[in-house]
């Protein structure tokens, strides 16, 4: 058999295997919750302190500390070198065992003595947490209002201003290599004696965990003005600070369940809403938002909300988030953005309003076009033509890195109804009874009630070929075209064919849209008398068609008023007594001619 992936296997083999079997056939486990509880097999107690939980695939004491998978399960329960557990559970998994190479062995063996160490680091910041040195550190949780229940859950800790936890690794024969490499010990600086200094040094410590809730790295607060504020591990064989979100193990069940994720600046902010019952909590690790973290986040919600603090900071947050998540948006899939008033943090929030309103907060959401927006025209001059065609067009090479056509063409639009509405660039096109209904009493509506106007042949084709390449444009166009005729009947068959099969709910496209006309028996029509061959060859931009079709639209329009005065000008001068009525709407035919000039910029 030829040499497979190692890290592959035990995944498939995590997969099919239940740790609840495992661990239960060892001892007897009894269901409290979500989880499994038992009197520990590695150490002598009465009162259960061993838990197993299967969504997570990990096993952990709260009394002798014993922590690991099911593999390690296999090799300390039952004596088992490594490759003999893993042999073991591939029988029970119904997996014939493959040949590993050496290297692959050596390097998962290290990879499992890696997680071993970092658990020991944890448990010595643990038990220090609760040490009369660690006791700065309990005043500083007590003040954040973190009992007991959080810091257990959390397994918080304090590092001490000594060497203690270099001391205690030696002690496990720790070998100075995998310290350095874990990011526990480093160099100090000036160090000409080469000698390592523990790197968290007086601060409150924060494990940060895996998937499977294995400590992988950790960050440390100091509780005083000291600097930098917050210290994260570097970059290890096990911790990778832009692909991990803290809090994932815990927050991705009740994520799920309540379908919505959030996405915090800080671990902290994380701990503070798990106090207070929001225990769908996420947060970055000392980075930006990252296009790693947010698919990971999507993995458990489509549409996590980012909850910033109300500060600059939060809202420059919220802009680099933007940045991120612009390349790689897709159907169904986004961010959306909330800011808490008066410049608070979650926690601050939280402590003077209370759950409940932290609640109906939630629901003032803005959505990703509005941020997208509001970075490109907040504190901007928008004064000078000049200044809004700038905003124009740096909204534009934003939203043209979308990669997704469908998702772009979709904000395309948006941002085109945000610059007609909000930069006054060629204001969104009015019907012609829009004006009647808005300007005009009731009683005077009827002397202006006209027809629909006509789409000329040649205009009609157009706007029907165009909808056909970017379907996208559909909604947007529908009920505009309502208030026009088109005389050409097969035309106008297509053009109903067309908004029938966009109503049906399913994302229309090009190669849809044509199969639908062959299918229905309007092919033939549609290779005759649609311009979309050479519209796809020409390959327009969406912004490029849309002004297009406005004004082609519009010259329609302004065609069919201008006949339409030119007739109510000759019944005027040839009549000596013409009636109110037909003054009025001569006056309502003018105006709406100069509302369409002043839309277009035709002088």
Known sequence: MASVDLQKFLDEIRARVSIVDVVGAKVKLVRKGREFQACCPFHNEKTPSFTVNEAKGFYHCFGCGAHGDIVKFEMEANNLPFMEAVEKLANKAGLPMPKFSKEQHEESEKKASLYDIMELAAQFFEKNLQLPSGAAARDYLARRGFGEDIVSKFRLGYAPANNGLHALLRSKNVAEKDMGELGLVSLAENNTSKRTFDFFRDRVMIPIFDKRGRVIGFGGRVMNDGQPKY???????LFNKRRMLYNYHYARD??????????????????????????NAVAPLGTALTEEQIQ???KICSEPLCCFDGDNAGIKAAMRAADRVLPIL????????????????PDEFLKAKGRDAFEAFMQETQPLKDILWRKNIEGRDISTPEQKALIEKNVKEEVARIADETVKGYYVQEMQDKIYNELGRGARRQNHSNYASKHLPPAEKKAVARPKTNLDDL???FVVSALVCYPELIEDYEEKLLNFEIENPKVKALLQALLDKAQEGETLTFETAIDYFSKIGLGKDCETLLEFKLMKQQ??????MRENLDLRIVESQI???????????????????FSDEEYKKYQFLKNELQQLYVMQNIE
Not at 231 to 237: A, I, K, R, V
Not at 255 to 277: F, T
Not at 330 to 345: A, I, V
């Open 231 to 237: 210290l994260n591990s570097p970059e290890t064989p």
């Open 254 to 279: 009740d994520a799920d369940s309540k379908k919505n994720l959030l996405l915090c600046e800080g671990y902290m902010d994380v701990i503070a809403l798990d106090k207070y019952g929001f225990h």
């Open 296 to 298: 990971e986040a999507w």
């Open 330 to 345: 897709k159907p169904g899939n986004s961010l959306r953005f909330l800011f808490l008033p008066d410049r608070q943090d």
């Open 459 to 461: 205009c009609a084709r």
């Open 539 to 544: 390959n327009p931009d969406i912004l490029k």
């Open 559 to 577: 065609r069919q008023l201008e006949a339409e005065i030119r007739e109510s000008l000759r019944i005027l001068e040839g009549s000596d007594s």
